[in-house]
């Protein structure tokens, strides 16, 4: 979802600076809130580990270019799932950072636009969470349906970001429009094959159960208790 270089110029950059601001103030509550639950030096592991997931996300999967933009596998929601909101909020954010200062400098200016776009859908997300999934129901117990809900209110919500800052920066051509479609027609199948792999690292997650402390995965994952406890 890297929006290319030259769909916002000028002064209409501005915007992003702002949306950004948000989007980090989003990711400093949540890590007061993981802090005031598990304590610093959890949060540290979980959010090095989302890191250098986000970043081989970006790197290794398969990812290329359409229209507008890339389209990759983020797996926002299978991060949200396994770590918890903050962790998964720290790991792209410096995921997207870490690729732009040593792997792909042409989209550093371009960071604050990346950056909404990713953190938006995630906050979103986790609010659609807690509506989607019963408080009594652990994380690694949930359906393909409920999966899947998170995964279109993540994707969705990445789509819907890129069309905007596309339609802001370049207006309504017929080639914009054209250009915005294909992203979403391309990005739309990540949508189907992203429940599947939350599923799978949930079982893998199963497996696992009783066998390690777990203290850098996200309490909720395996017991409601320790998500609550962790809100306290």
Known sequence: MHI?????QGAKIALSYSTAIVSFGLIAKSIFTDVTGSGFLSLGVKSLLTSLMVLGFF???PHHSVGISEVHFILGSSLFLLFGAAPAAVGLSAGLLIQGLFFAPQDLPMYWLNVTTLIMPLFA????AKKLIPENTAYKDISYAQALGLSVSYQGGIITWVAFWAFYGQGFSSENVASVFSFCVAYSSVIMIEPVIDLALLACAKRLNGNTKRNWLNPRLYKVFD???SAL
């Open 4 to 8: 290319e270089p030259e769909i916002i």
């Open 59 to 61: 790197e290794v999967l």
């Open 125 to 128: 997300m986790s609010l659609l």
């Open 227 to 229: 998500a609550r406890a």
